[in-house]
C-alpha cells in the first residue's frame, strides 16, 4: 500500500513539469511574436513586399498632399518615416535592401525639396560670381537607383543652375535589372517637359560606374564636365565656384564639399573642411588640414589643395579629360578609380581643389546595394591597375 502516495507524488511531478513547458513555451512564443512585430530588420518582410511592385507612384499620389502640406512647409523630416501601414512597412524594408536608405522617406519627400540649409560659411554668400563662365554638361550615371532619389538629384540642379550654365543633363542608366524604372524616368522627363535639357541613355550592358561615366563623357558637348552621383541634391550657388575655378586654369580638377544627407532621416548636415589622402592600400581617406590651414575668415572660402579626391562629384575642363586621357576604361564596376585619376592629373601637369562654397549633398548610403556581376572584388583588381600603371618603383609598397 505505500506506493500508492509515490505515484501520486510523481503525477503531481509530471503535472508541474508539463504545466511549466507549456508556460514557458508561451512565453516564447508571447517575445517571439512581439520581436516579429517590433523588429525593423528589412529581411523579416519579404512576404510583405508582394503587396507592392517597385513603382510606387500611386502611393506617392496619394500621400503627397497630406505629407507636403503638414511637413514640408515646416521643413520637419521627423514624421516622414512614420510607418502606419504594412506597405509603409514594405517600401522602407525593401529600400533598405535594395538602396542602402530609407526608401519611404525618400518617396514621401518626393521629387524636390525646396528648404535646404546653406551650409557655405557666411563670406561665400558675398562673392560675385562672374557671369561669363564656362557652361557644363552634367553627368549622372545611376544603376537601380530610387526613383524620387534620383528625380531629386535632377531637379536641384536644373532649379539650383543658373540656366546660362546649364548645356546639358546626361543621365546613364547603367543597364538596371528594371525595365521598368527606365520607362519610369523617361516618362518622368516628358511629364516636365526636361527633353531639351536632360538626355536618358542606357548602356548595352553592365559596365559599372567608370566606363558608364565615359560613355557620358563621350556624348558631352559641354565646355566643363561635373559628374554627379544619382543621390545628392546640389545646393545655393553651387556650380558658380567650381566653373570660376575650371575657368582660371584648364588643368585644375575641382571637387564641392560634399555634405552629408542621412540615409534613415534624409536630414542635411554640414561637412568639416577635409581634404583627400590614400593609404598604402590604396583606400581613398580623408585627412584633416594641416595646422595653420585655416585662421582667418577669408581661410574658409579659399580653395583647399588636395592630393586625390573622393571621386564621386567633381568638375574637369573637358578638353583637358580628354587630353589626359579620360578613366582608365580597363577599370571594372566600381573602386580605385578616383585615386588612379588623382594621380593622372599629377603627372599630366595639373592639380586637384577642394572649393569650400560648393556644397553638394550626398546620400550615405548603409551599404553599397550591388556587387560586381561575376562577385569579382574590383576594388583590388583596379588598385593593382592603379600600381602597375602610375607607381613604378612605389608598386612594392601596395
Ligand atoms: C555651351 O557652350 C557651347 C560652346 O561654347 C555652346 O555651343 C553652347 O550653346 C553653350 N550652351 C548653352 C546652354 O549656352
Ligand atoms: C595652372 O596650374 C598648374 C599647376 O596646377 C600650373 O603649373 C600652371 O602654371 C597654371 N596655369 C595658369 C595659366 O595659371
Ligand atoms: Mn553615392
Excluded at 558675398?126 to 561669363?132: A, F, G, L, S
Excluded at 560634399?258 to 561637412?271: A, E, G, L, R, V
Aim: proline content about 4%.
Amino acid at each position: 500500500m505505500n506506493y500508492f502516495p509515490k505515484n501520486l507524488l510523481e503525477m503531481n511531478g509530471y503535472k508541474f513539469f508539463l504545466f511549466g513547458c507549456l508556460f514557458t513555451s508561451l512565453t516564447w512564443s508571447l517575445s517571439l511574436y512581439m520581436y516579429w512585430k517590433l523588429n525593423t530588420r528589412p529581411h523579416n518582410y519579404s512576404h510583405v513586399q508582394q503587396f507592392r511592385k517597385e513603382n510606387t507612384f500611386e502611393y506617392v499620389k496619394k500621400q503627397k498632399s497630406k505629407y507636403f502640406k503638414n511637413h514640408m512647409d515646416k521643413n520637419d523630416l521627423n514624421d516622414l518615416g512614420i510607418i502606419k501601414t504594412e506597405d509603409d512597412m514594405a517600401i522602407r524594408d525593401k529600400g533598405y535592401k535594395d538602396h542602402g536608405f530609407n526608401a519611404l522617406v525618400s518617396l514621401r519627400l518626393g521629387n524636390y525639396r525646396d528648404a535646404l540649409p546653406d551650409t557655405r560659411h557666411k563670406l561665400c554668400s558675398t562673392i560675385k560670381y562672374d557671369q561669363n563662365l564656362p557652361n557644363a554638361s552634367i553627368i549622372i550615371c545611376f544603376y537601380n537607383e530610387h526613383p524620387q532619389a534620383l528625380f531629386r538629384t535632377i531637379q536641384s540642379v536644373i532649379r539650383r543652375t543658373p540656366n546660362k550654365l546649364l548645356h546639358e543633363v546626361i543621365l546613364i542608366n547603367d543597364f538596371s535589372d528594371s525595365e521598368n524604372l527606365h520607362q519610369v524616368i523617361d516618362q518622368y522627363i516628358k511629364d516636365e517637359k526636361l527633353q531639351g535639357i536632360v538626355h536618358l541613355k542606357k548602356t548595352n550592358k553592365r559596365e559599372g560606374l567608370i566606363r558608364a561615366r565615359l560613355f557620358g563623357a563621350n556624348l558631352a558637348t559641354g565646355q566643363v564636365l561635373i559628374f554627379l552621383d544619382s543621390h545628392v541634391e546640389v545646393n545655393t550657388d553651387w556650380i558658380q565656384p567650381l566653373l570660376t575655378r575650371v575657368r582660371d586654369n584648364r588643368t585644375h580638377i575641382i571637387a564641392p564639399i560634399i555634405d552629408i544627407i542621412q540615409p534613415d532621416t534624409f536630414d542635411y548636415k554640414s561637412s568639416p573642411l577635409v581634404r583627400g589622402g590614400f593609404n598604402w592600400g590604396l583606400h581613398f581617406k580623408w585627412d584633416s588640414l594641416p595646422k595653420g590651414t585655416l585662421v582667418t575668415d577669408t581661410d574658409f572660402v579659399k580653395p583647399i589643395k588636395t592630393p586625390t579626391i573622393a571621386g564621386g562629384l567633381f568638375a574637369v575642363n573637358r578638353e583637358y579629360f580628354n587630353e589626359i586621357g579620360q578613366y582608365d576604361s580597363g577599370m571594372n564596376i566600381w573602386g580605385g578609380e578616383n585615386l588612379e585619376l588623382s594621380f593622372r592629373v599629377w603627372m599630366c601637369g595639373g592639380s586637384l581643389y577642394i572649393e569650400p562654397c560648393s556644397r553638394v549633398g550626398h546620400v550615405f548610403r548603409q551599404h553599397r546595394p550591388y556587387s560586381a556581376p561575376n562577385h569579382e572584388d574590383t576594388m583590388a583588381r583596379n588598385s593593382l591597375r592603379l600600381a602597375n600603371v602610375w607607381m613604378d618603383n612605389f608598386k612594392v609598397r601596395y
